[in-house]
């Protein structure tokens, strides 16, 4: 039977600085983990929503904000500006009713007192003052109301009539359209002229002026409304 003889033998490495780096194994006091298929989260909290500040929140940026608010015309400033000029404007002044001497009140009567008579043979007619000139109802039996446009239409004859033969008493727009149809007849205004050498006769023939309150020529400034009316009489 043979002997086996085992001799020592030598390993020779060609690289003497060639080493092996064996990584260590993991302690036994610590269990192993299986590894987590999510990846890392930073370790930060979540943010509560509503702790969000105005930058963080979803929304249009400050370029797309400012590009519509570039289309606005008006600016805060031109608002506020028309804001404080309509505060600062002052109340329309009130009407003021200016009551004419008694030589021009008189021409203003003599003028209705015209249409008055023209109207008296159609049946009974009141004339009174009133708060802008003077005021003439004629009431028409029923039978003849139907014909009341007639009986108006000579009382306006008669008014023309009485302003041209007046010295300083004129029915504005005389030559054009100087009286309004009303529901119950007609209106005229009236108006004092002093002295014709310098009255706008475009005013008062026409009863228009293109200048207005430029107009070198004088405006009337006294006038009166004559209104005159047709009811039934009862």
């Given at each position: 039977?043979?002997s086996?003889?085992?001799?020592?033998?030598?390993?020779?490495?060609d690289?003497?600085?060639?080493?092996?780096?064996?990584?260590?194994?993991?302690?036994?006091?610590?269990?192993?983990?299986?590894?987590?298929?999510?990846?890392?989260?930073?370790?930060?909290?979540?943010?509560?929503?509503?702790?969000?500040?105005?930058?963080?929140?979803?929304?249009?940026a400050?370029?797309?904000?400012?590009?519509?608010?570039?289309?606005?015309t008006?600016?805060?400033?031109?608002?506020?500006?028309a804001?404080?000029t309509?505060?600062?404007k002052?109340?329309?002044a009130?009407?003021?009713?200016?009551?004419?001497?008694?030589?021009?009140?008189?021409?203003?009567?003599?003028?209705?007192?015209a249409?008055?008579?023209?109207?008296?043979?159609?049946?009974?007619?009141?004339?009174?003052?009133?708060?802008?000139?003077?005021?003439?109802?004629?009431k028409?039996?029923?039978q003849?109301f139907?014909?009341?446009?007639?009986?108006?239409?000579i009382?306006?004859?008669?008014?023309?009539?009485?302003?041209?033969?007046?010295?300083?008493?004129?029915?504005?727009?005389?030559?054009?359209?100087?009286?309004?149809?009303t529901?119950?007849?007609?209106?005229?205004?009236?108006?004092?002229?002093?002295?014709?050498?310098?009255?706008?006769?475009?005013?008062?023939?026409?009863?228009?002026?293109?200048?207005?309150?430029?107009?070198r020529w004088?405006?009337?400034?006294?006038?009166?409304?004559?209104?005159?009316?047709?009811?039934?009489?009862?």
């Amino acid at each position: 039977m043979s002997s086996l003889k085992v001799k020592n033998t030598f390993l020779e490495l060609d690289d003497p600085e060639e080493s092996f780096v064996l990584t260590p194994r993991r302690a036994s006091s610590e269990p192993p983990t299986s590894r987590s298929p999510f990846p890392d989260l930073p370790e930060t909290p979540p943010k509560d929503p509503r702790d969000a500040t105005a930058s963080e929140t979803t929304g249009p940026a400050d370029a797309d904000v400012y590009s519509v608010c570039s289309l606005c015309t008006t600016s805060e400033e031109e608002l506020a500006h028309a804001d404080t000029t309509l505060r600062q404007k002052p109340p329309a002044a009130p009407q003021v009713i200016v009551t004419p001497p008694p030589a021009v009140s008189e021409g203003f009567r003599a003028i209705a007192l015209a249409a008055f008579s023209a109207l008296a043979t159609y049946g009974p007619t009141e004339m009174q003052p009133s708060c802008y000139g003077y005021q003439v109802v004629v009431k028409l039996p029923r039978q003849s109301f139907e014909a009341r446009a007639g009986f108006l239409r000579i009382a306006q004859e008669s008014v023309l009539q009485a302003a041209e033969n007046s010295s300083a008493t004129y029915v504005l727009g005389y030559r054009a359209s100087p009286f309004l149809e009303t529901p119950l007849g007609f209106s005229a205004l009236l108006c004092h002229v002093p002295d014709s050498s310098c009255a706008c006769w475009d005013i008062l023939q026409w009863g228009m002026c293109n200048f207005g309150d430029t107009c070198r020529w004088a405006h009337p400034t006294m006038r009166a409304t004559l209104n005159v009316m047709a009811a039934v009489l009862e």
